[in-house]
């Protein structure tokens, strides 16, 4: 049996990425002083760093996953990905105070690439390996009702409630956001792990585990380290590329910045996430990959999304989650076509392609409103 190991990579990168953290911050006052021309170099490293950082951060939760087995492991890196977006949406609220639409910009983001762009390379490579494959209706079904509820009154409602005609939620609307979406998230959780556990495993996936042996206690907590490590590292660096992404972007012209960002840094975040589920598509295990899929973009909504909302409470910083007209129109053809698309159990290269191309139209109007 092949036993589960952390390359070197997966050790260098979390505190390679603490290292430089600190080198930022005893010389934030001499980065400030660089020539335009230089001034891009250090983001450049900090990226390349973050990066390495958040792939090690895969590395290791595929150890932990395979200790705890599932569904329980695929919660490891689902809540991961969650903790790197809150510290990046915290740092684009720091960093942007005077525009609030960061944070809708960020969620939204995710949930088009998710929804889209990843579902559907995970379908067409599935497709085209597979000819057909299996999903479970009822485990997909749950994720698109709680993705649906949550997406619609936390983009949408708030263009047609607030008094005052604004697309911003009220006060009492940031605290209904922040209590009723973790609620409706933890039932979700329930769900998936306690009550009705084996709508979401995966015959495929657990054959494959088998032929892998089970870490050791030494090596779960070497992977339970190296991902604490990780997480700190991503969330200090954070600091540094979100302002050096955006004036990065105001630098090279781009007009509309917080769209651009907010894609980058979803992209960013759920790498891990998507090389997870499309080494799982093309390994025959589609209930695996949209396990991880899904859950990602349910969990930014059922949990990003409250975090932000207190956090912008907390900051007395004003905050804007109500999409405009093309957004909402995108947001609405992405959950029919996810209903439609899962709604009897089994995709194809045509339900990849279709999803697709939404997400190529997404990215034009990214680049090109």
Same mark, same amino acid.
């Given at each position: 049996?092949?036993?589960?190991?952390?390359?070197?990579?997966?050790?260098?990168?979390?505190?390679?990425?603490?290292?430089?953290? +600190? *080198?930022?911050?005893?010389? !934030?006052?001499?980065? /400030?002083?660089?020539? @335009?021309? $230089?001034?891009?170099?250090?983001? %450049? &490293?900090?990226?390349?760093?973050?990066?390495?950082?958040?792939?090690?951060?895969?590395?290791?939760?595929?150890?932990?996953?395979?200790?705890?087995?599932?569904?329980?492991?695929?919660?490891?890196?689902?809540?991961?990905?969650?903790?790197?977006?809150?510290?990046?949406?915290?740092?684009?609220?720091?960093? +942007? *105070?005077?525009?609030?639409? !960061?944070?809708?910009? /960020?969620?939204?983001? @995710?949930? $088009?690439?998710?929804?889209?762009? %990843? &579902?559907?390379?995970?379908?067409?490579?599935?497709?085209?390996?597979?000819?057909?494959?299996?999903?479970?209706?009822?485990?997909?079904?749950?994720?698109?009702?709680?993705?649906?509820?949550?997406?619609?009154?936390?983009?949408?409602?708030?263009?047609?409630?607030?008094?005052?005609?604004?697309?911003?939620?009220?006060?009492?609307?940031?605290?209904?956001?922040?209590?009723?979406?973790?609620?409706?998230?933890?039932?979700?959780?329930?769900?998936?792990?306690?009550?009705?556990?084996?709508?979401?495993?995966?015959?495929?996936?657990?054959?494959?585990?088998?032929?892998?042996?089970?870490?050791?206690?030494?090596?779960?907590?070497?992977?339970?380290?190296?991902?604490?490590?990780?997480?700190?590292?991503?969330?200090?660096?954070?600091?540094?590329?979100?302002?050096?992404?955006?004036?990065?972007?105001?630098?090279?012209?781009?007009?509309?910045?917080?769209?651009?960002?907010?894609?980058?840094?979803?992209?960013?975040?759920?790498?891990?996430?998507?090389?997870?589920?499309?080494?799982?598509?093309?390994?025959?295990?589609?209930?695996?990959?949209?396990?991880?899929?899904?859950?990602?973009?349910?969990?930014?909504?059922?949990?990003?999304?409250?975090?932000?909302?207190?956090?912008?409470?907390?900051?007395?910083?004003?905050?804007?989650?109500?999409?405009?007209?093309?957004?909402?129109?995108?947001?609405?053809?992405?959950?029919?076509?996810?209903?439609?698309?899962?709604?009897?159990?089994?995709?194809?290269?045509?339900?990849?392609?279709?999803?697709?191309?939404?997400?190529?139209?997404?990215?034009?109007?990214?680049?090109?409103?």
């Amino acid at each position: 049996m092949q036993v589960a190991r952390v390359n070197a990579k997966a050790i260098v990168f979390p505190f390679l990425a603490l290292a430089l953290a +600190g *080198a930022f911050a005893l010389g !934030e006052q001499q980065l /400030a002083q660089l020539p @335009a021309a $230089m001034a891009a170099a250090p983001v %450049l &490293v900090a990226i390349v760093v973050l990066v390495g950082a958040v792939l090690a951060a895969l590395r290791h939760a595929e150890v932990i996953s395979l200790k705890i087995g599932e569904p329980y492991g695929t919660l490891v890196l689902t809540i991961s990905v969650t903790i790197i977006e809150v510290t990046l949406m915290a740092s684009m609220i720091r960093h +942007g *105070a005077d525009d609030p639409t !960061e944070a809708r910009e /960020a969620v939204f983001s @995710a949930i $088009m690439i998710v929804c889209n762009g %990843l &579902v559907g390379l995970c379908l067409l490579l599935g497709g085209l390996r597979h000819r057909e494959q299996e999903v479970h209706p009822m485990a997909a079904s749950a994720y698109l009702a709680v993705l649906s509820a949550l997406s619609i009154l936390t983009l949408v409602l708030p263009n047609y409630t607030n008094p005052n005609g604004s697309p911003a939620h009220t006060v009492v609307q940031l605290l209904s956001v922040s209590v009723l979406s973790p609620l409706l998230y933890g039932a979700f959780l329930f769900m998936q792990t306690v009550r009705h556990q084996s709508y979401f495993l995966d015959a495929h996936a657990a054959a494959l585990r088998h032929s892998l042996e089970k870490p050791s206690l030494t090596q779960t907590g070497v992977a339970i380290v190296g991902m604490a490590a990780s997480l700190v590292g991503v969330g200090l660096l954070a600091r540094h590329v979100v302002p050096g992404l955006e004036d990065s972007l105001r630098w090279v012209g781009v007009e509309d910045i917080n769209p651009v960002t907010g894609a980058a840094l979803a992209m960013l975040v759920l790498l891990p996430e998507s090389l997870n589920s499309l080494r799982a598509a093309a390994q025959n295990a589609l209930q695996t990959a949209l396990n991880g899929a899904l859950g990602s973009v349910v969990s930014t909504i059922g949990l990003t999304a409250p975090a932000v909302a207190i956090m912008s409470l907390a900051m007395d910083r004003p905050i804007i989650f109500g999409l405009d007209q093309r957004d909402t129109l995108l947001l609405t053809l992405t959950l029919l076509l996810s209903v439609i698309s899962f709604g009897s159990g089994r995709t194809n290269v045509l339900t990849g392609l279709v999803h697709l191309v939404v997400f190529s139209i997404y990215v034009v109007y990214l680049f090109v409103p």
